[in-house]
């Protein structure tokens, strides 16, 4: 289990781990980074590095932080996740 901060930002849960931003979208079918490859919760993740014409630079323009990575549906399947809003924590689990 790997306990992440989060906050919202401009209405947008951005989580928080080792210096990234991940963007988590429960809407999003695909998750988008700036590489293909790269490590969450331990695992090494195979991503598009644009869906649809959104990249991780747009996010961040429109966002107005910088997003690492989107998290989208086709990730977060992979997990158990719990939510703690009193601390605003997740707690992601395999």
């Known amino acids: 289990m790997q306990i992440f901060r989060y906050e919202l930002i401009n209405g947008h849960v951005i989580a ?18 700036a590489e293909t490859n790269f490590t969450f919760v331990g695992k090494n ?6 869906f649809l014409g959104v990249t991780v630079e747009s ?21 158990s996740l719990i939510v703690d809003p009193r601390i605003s924590e997740f707690n992601w689990e395999y």
């Not at 996010?59 to 549906?73: F, R």
């Open 16 to 33: 928080k781990h080792d210096g990234d931003h991940y963007l988590i979208d429960t809407g999003s079918p695909a998750s988008v980074a």
């Open 45 to 50: 993740h195979i991503v598009q590095t644009d």
């Open 59 to 79: 996010l961040s323009s429109h966002i107005g932080v910088k997003i690492d990575v989107l998290i989208g549906a086709d990730l977060l399947n992979d997990f």
